[in-house]
């Protein structure tokens, strides 16, 4: 079974730097696709980044880049110029494209210190 | 266009009952997953509905069902509710084709306790 792993319970930046949130995964698979969804405290699962594993470009929105590692499994979301606003938690998934359900990694609990 | 939206927003009921939510996917989307989040076990996957027929189900005991109507809107049903399902259950909807790399769009769950 495909398991998605964020070792990092908490983390905390300062306003205006960056901060690098780690994922790993685990899967036999070699068509997948990769995400990085935010959970604020309103609890509504925005998507942040996509990632399509056959795809070697590293996915990037904004401010929002991944550094995406197919050989190692590993899928790590960096936020240059931290805001306030992306305080949260953010969730790493990961889906198949042999199934239809989004697996998700434990969470991690984002900080942003003015 | 208008998100997911799940209704309702809050529930409260106590064990040996029974709950129904709904949720009403993005215009055009015709796939839609529920999710269960808990503090404990994280977000898991209940099940997938595509053009009113079950796709994928989780690990869940039968006491979680779910359908999904010809306008793609979604009902999950949890009978004989136990403590255990307190928790906030999240649907996901689905772009036109309903493949695996299609974003899911989330609405912003129902939040049920059993008391």
């Known amino acids: 079974a495909q398991t998605v792993t964020q070792s990092q319970p908490e983390m905390s930046v300062q306003e205006a730097e960056t901060v690098t949130l780690s994922c790993t995964y685990d899967?036999?698979?070699?068509?997948?696709?990769l995400f990085w969804y935010k959970q604020p405290p309103s609890r509504q699962m925005i998507l942040v980044i996509r990632?399509?594993?056959?795809?070697?470009q590293n996915a990037t929105e904004n401010r929002f880049s991944v550094n995406f590692q197919k050989a190692a499994k590993s899928f790590s979301l960096k936020i240059s110029d931290s805001q306030l606003g992306d305080a949260a938690m953010y969730f790493c998934?990961?889906?198949?494209?042999?199934?239809?359900?989004?697996?998700f990694g434990q969470g991690t609990r984002l900080t942003i210190n003015p | 266009k208008a998100g997911v939206t799940q209704t309702p927003r809050y529930l409260i009921k106590t064990r040996g009952q029974q709950v129904t939510l709904s949720c009403s996917p993005i215009?055009?989307?015709?796939?839609v997953s529920w999710y269960q989040q808990t503090p404990g076990q994280g977000l898991q996957f209940l099940f997938e509905?595509?053009?009113?027929?079950?796709?994928n189900k989780g690990n869940f005991p039968g006491r979680f069902s779910g359908r999904q109507f010809s306008n793609s809107r979604s009902e999950m049903n949890v009978s004989t509710l136990e403590l255990g399902d307190s928790a906030l259950y999240l649907c996901?909807?689905?772009?036109?084709?309903?493949?695996?790399?299609?974003?899911?769009?989330f609405g912003p769950g129902t939040r049920l306790l059993v008391l």
């Open positions: 998934a990961y889906i198949s494209s042999g199934a239809q359900k989004l697996v």
């Open positions: 899967t036999s698979e070699s068509d997948y696709y």
């Open positions: 990632q399509e594993a056959y795809k070697q």
């Open positions: 215009s055009g989307h015709r796939s």
């Open positions: 509905y595509f053009s009113e027929t079950q796709r």
């Open positions: 996901a909807s689905q772009g036109l084709a309903g493949s695996p790399g299609e974003t899911q769009y």
